[in-house]
Each structure stands twice: as C-alpha cells, then as structure tokens.
C-alpha cells in the first residue's frame, strides 16, 4: 500500500471561536495543508465552520468528532454545509468514543460501537445522496432513513460529496475503514510497526473486499516531536511527549501496540500506579526507549528527513501532535511541513 505524497496538517483542541480564526489564518500563513479539531469539551464542527471562513484553501477536518451522540442525518447535514463553505476542503472524521462518555455524559447508545458505526458511515453517505437527488432511502442495522423533503434539503452543492475517516485501533475496524471510509485517523500511538503490522493490511482487505484500491483510503497519522538544534530546547518537548505517552498508554484496549513494540507489560505497570495515584510514577513507565520508539526526534533542520523516513509510503497525511504554541516555533514547524510536502 505504498503512498508518494505526504500532507501534513496541524492537530489543535478547539479554542473560544473568537480565537479560532487568528489560529486558522496563522496555520495558512506557516504553510501547512490543513487544520484539524479534535473535540473535547468543545465541538470541532463549530471551530471548522470560523476557520473556513477567515482561511479559505485551508484543508479541515475533524480528528474525530463523537458520532453516535448526532444522529447520521444531522451529522450529514453539517458536513454538506462544511464542504460547501471550504469550497470542497473538509474531511469528516468520526469516532465512536468509549461507552462510559457516550452513555453517561451524552445519553447515548453505545452497543456494538464497530457495526454501529459502520452502519453510521453508510448512512450519511446516503444523506449526502440524498441532497443531491431528493430521495433518502437507507435501511441498515441501527439506523433506518426513508423521508426527506425539499424544505429538510439543503440541496446540491458544486463541491463533490465529503470525505468521510474514522478513527480505528483494532484488526476490525481497520478493515471496516478499508471497506466503507474514505480514510482512517491512526491513534497516537501508531508508530511504523504497528502501521505495517495492522495498519496496511486490514485496510488493504477492507478496500478488496469493497472492489476498491487500498491507495483511495487516506491514512492520517498523528505524530508526537521533539525538535531544537540543544539539548535544553528539547528536553521540554521530550517531558511532554514522555507524560502524552503515559496518559494513552494507560488505556488497555491499546495495550498491545505496545506490546508489539517491544514494550511489553507497559500499560499494565501504567495502570497500577494510576490506580494508586501516582501520576509521576505513571510518566516514569515510559522511558526514552518508548519515545525513541513512538516520537520523531531530531534538530529543526533534519525534522523533515526524519518524519519522511518514519512515514512515507505507510502515511497519507502526517499530523503534527504537538506543534502549536509559541509561534516562534510553529513558524518553524510550518516550515518543515512545507518541506515535506513539497517532496
């Protein structure tokens, strides 16, 4: 499944909006391909929808956006508005969150959250039909949409119908993304192991399978650096990097990735101090091996030689984990990225 051409985009938490287009513009400016909003305590469609406005050309996306909360028509109906507004420049991401965040903080279903968001997927891509043609007609196993008038249409637009990526750690959903996505978001931890081990060939049967090929499934990489030209400019970015890798490392449903890294029983001695407590003690599980091993390291010169070397041909797009901040060195960052993406 080899991939020529890197993108790279910056990863940011959505700001205040008031402050969403100042960073927009300034990561238009630093010469990055696009902007993705992850979605916390705030939602990443509003924060696309500013940026759209202030930047245009500027590639969106969600990385990911919560889907089972929204049903597959409102999530259609605010992608189909996102699209037009980017002039066809944004990317609907999706993940399914975990059962406790959906059940108990938004009050939805969670049960089988694979199929569940597979029939999801489906199911928005038929409403986007739909907005084309007037006619909605799907039926799947969770969701069933049969009714649209022209008063609930927003109609046809010039831009071609959205990309829809999941997120997805496991064997199933990497081939589930390979058979009905459009991409799949990597988690963090997808270092170039775990993305030739599982990555590449469950996407590839999932693209098989759907008479496709695996090239037309874009792989969004997040990636963790550590970037100065001294020892003491990177040591911070090392600290950070060594606590990120400790908080999702902690999470057993991506326990083997490290595993398989060579790290075994890493989230287990995670877990047992952050079941007593002690947070220092959880940062002190990851060692410069494991980032040797999950984070790009390297002086600003050799950072774009060095992300190329980790990423190209397994990576659609790259994007940058840890790049926003003092805009000193997000202008530097900017530059590295269009270094790459002019290879």
Not at 29 to 55: C, I, K, M, N, P
Not at 111 to 129: E, I, M, Q, T, W
Not at 281 to 286: K, L, N, P, V, W
Not at 301 to 328: C, F, H, M, W
Request: aromatic share 10%; glycine share 8%; with cysteine.
């Amino acid at each position: 499944m080899y991939r020529s051409t890197v993108q790279v985009d910056v990863m940011t938490i959505p700001q205040p909006l008031a402050q969403v287009g100042e960073v927009a513009k300034l990561t238009q400016a630093s010469g990055f391909d696009g902007l993705l909003f992850t979605e916390t305590g705030r939602t990443a469609y509003l924060s696309a929808a500013v940026a759209a406005q202030v930047a245009p050309g500027l590639q969106l996306s969600t990385g990911v956006a919560v889907a089972f909360p929204r049903s597959p028509f409102v999530t259609a109906a605010t992608t189909w508005e996102l699209q037009e507004a980017t002039n066809g420049n944004f990317r609907l991401g999706l993940g399914t969150q975990v059962r406790k965040h959906v059940e108990q903080r938004y009050g939805a279903a969670f049960s089988r959250p694979g199929p569940r968001l597979r029939d999801y997927v489906l199911a928005v891509k038929a409403c986007f039909a739909a907005f084309r043609t007037g006619t909605l007609d799907y039926h799947g196993a969770f969701y069933d949409l049969d009714f649209i008038t022209p008063q609930w249409n927003p109609g046809p637009i010039e831009a071609p119908d959205p990309k829809v990526d999941i997120a997805a750690v496991n064997p199933w959903m990497l081939r589930m993304a390979g058979e009905v996505a459009d991409g799949v978001h990597i988690h963090p931890l997808g270092e170039p192991g775990y993305l030739a081990r599982h990555v590449a060939p469950n996407v590839a049967a999932g693209a098989t399978k759907s008479g496709r090929s695996p090239s037309e499934v874009a792989v969004i990489v997040p990636v963790m650096t550590i970037v100065g030209d001294s020892e003491e400019e990177r040591r911070n970015e090392r600290e950070y990097v060594r606590a990120s890798l400790s908080f999702y490392g902690s999470t057993p449903n991506y326990a083997f990735i490290m595993d398989e890294a060579g790290f075994e029983g890493t989230t287990a001695r995670i877990r047992e101090k952050q079941k007593a407590g002690d947070f220092t003690g959880m940062t002190a599980q990851i060692t410069d091996e494991h980032i040797a091993a999950f984070a790009t390291e390297a002086t600003w010169d050799g950072l774009a030689d060095a992300l190329l070397a980790k990423y190209e041909g397994s990576a659609t797009r790259i994007v940058l984990y840890n790049a926003i901040g003092d805009p000193q060195r997000f202008a530097r960052y900017g530059e590295v990225a269009q270094r790459i993406s002019a290879r």
